[in-house]
T-cell receptor
Framework: QKEVEQDPGPLSVPEGAIVSLNCTYS??????FMWYRQYSRKGPELLMY????GNKEDGRFTAQVDKSSKYISLFIRDSQPSDSATYLC????????????FGIGTKLQVIP | DAGVTQSPTHLIKTRGQQVTLRCSPK?????VSWYQQALGQGPQFIFQYYEEEERQRGNFPDRFSGHQYPNYSSELNVNALLLGDSALYLC?????????????FGAGTRLSVL
């Protein structure tokens, strides 16, 4: 079993829809949770990060972490064609040296 | 403020050759990590450098080695290239000294092994 599980998609939605992206994980030591956006053949771009459980909002993006269920989500409101990309969830344990463990990424397409 | 920069952007090599990839971290960052991302996969951790020493290593053979310089820049070296080494190689920087665990990535170097 992988430490981080993520549905690779693809996920196609119409412009303006609310998008829900999710990951589950098995390592209870993970404390930092990130979402990266990666356009084709480019490096990952940090979108949001959350420490421990809770919600965080930034514009059209909301990240949620439920440590009791080992489940994290990213919501995108009013999705735009420019949001079409692969979304990677990522996690780190706290303290010490920081190895990031990534999900496989979900490919999202927002159709005009 | 320059972000993480990597060079070259694209490289073509043949099997058995050796390659060196370079990374300059974001200003203020002291830690550099390297990842390999195969097509359609998430990035896989190769190793991490802090204070010019390798601190953590993922499940990669000794053909993969690295170096960090006093100015925090880093190199990834791969010897005896295999076809399966073709991938996007990503460098990420963070600040261990400031306990900032979030890593910022460069645009990557795309390595093609023929």
């Amino acid at each position: 079993q992988k430490e981080v599980e993520q549905d690779p998609g693809p996920l196609s939605v119409p412009e303006g829809a609310i998008v829900s992206l999710n990951c589950t994980y098995s390592n209870s030591a993970f404390q930092y949770f990130m979402w990266y956006r990666q356009y084709s053949r480019k490096g990952p771009e940090l979108l949001m990060y959350t420490y421990s459980s809770g919600n965080k909002e930034d514009g059209r993006f909301t990240a949620q972490v439920d440590k009791s269920s080992k489940y994290i989500s990213l919501f995108i409101r009013d999705s735009q064609p420019s949001d079409s990309a692969t979304y990677l969830c990522a996690m780190i344990t706290s303290g010490g040296y920081q190895k990031v463990t990534f999900g496989i990424g979900t490919k999202l397409q927002v159709i005009p | 403020d320059a972000g993480v920069t990597q060079s070259p952007t694209h490289l073509i090599k043949t099997r058995g050759q050796q390659v060196t990839l370079r990374c300059s971290p974001k200003s203020g960052h002291d830690t550099v990590s390297w990842y390999q991302q195969a097509l359609g996969q998430g990035p896989q951790f190769i190793f991490q450098y802090y204070e010019e020493e390798e601190r953590q290593r993922g499940n990669f053979p000794d053909r993969f080695s690295g170096h960090q310089y006093p100015n925090y820049s880093s190199e990834l070296n791969v010897n005896a290239l295999l076809l399966g080494d073709s991938a996007l190689y990503l460098c990420a920087s963070s600040s261990l000294q400031l306990a900032k665990n979030i890593q910022y990535f460069g645009a990557g170097t795309r390595l093609s092994v023929l």
